[in-house]
Nanobody, 126 residues
Framework: QLQLVESGGGLVQPGGSLRLSCAGSGFTLDYYAIGWFRQAPGKEREGVSCLSSSGGSIQYADSVKGRFTISRDSAENTVYLQMNNLKPEDTAIYYC???????????????????WGQGTQVTVSS
């Protein structure tokens, strides 16, 4: 059974940092593009960042550029999202997703991803 499991969310003060993890179970994440998405209460799901299977293509939403970094650890079969200088507007449920891209990368759009995790809550508040 193919599963993605997110972890690392929590409550953090503005300006703080968190590292989210997306662990794959039942399949190898190296063969898939991995995206991070988030959904705040009352808002639509939005793309945050994605990484192609080849590692050659990385995208970030404008709102997180310079603050968030996506990376892959093949040995751990895990993709990370390092989030620095967090702001209250980053508060949301964060989801990771996997999609086949054949090494070419895929758009940072929900419809392009086939497999989804259950989400992890990130709350930025003083």
């Amino acid at each position: 059974q193919l599963q993605l499991v997110e972890s690392g969310g929590g409550l953090v003060q503005p300006g703080g940092s968190l590292r989210l993890s997306c662990a794959g179970s039942g399949f190898t994440l190296d063969y898939y593009a991995i995206g991070w998405f988030r959904q705040a209460p009352g808002k639509e799901r939005e793309g945050v960042s994605c990484l192609s299977s080849s590692g050659g293509s990385i995208q970030y939403a404008d709102s997180v550029k310079g603050r968030f970094t996506i990376s892959r650890d093949s040995a751990e079969n895990t993709v990370y999202l390092q989030m620095n200088n967090l702001k209250p507007e980053d508060t949301a449920i964060y989801y990771c997703a996997a999609g086949e891209d054949y090494g070419l990368g895929i758009p940072l759009e929900s419809s392009a991803y086939e497999y989804w995790g259950q989400g992890t809550q990130v709350t930025v508040s003083s």
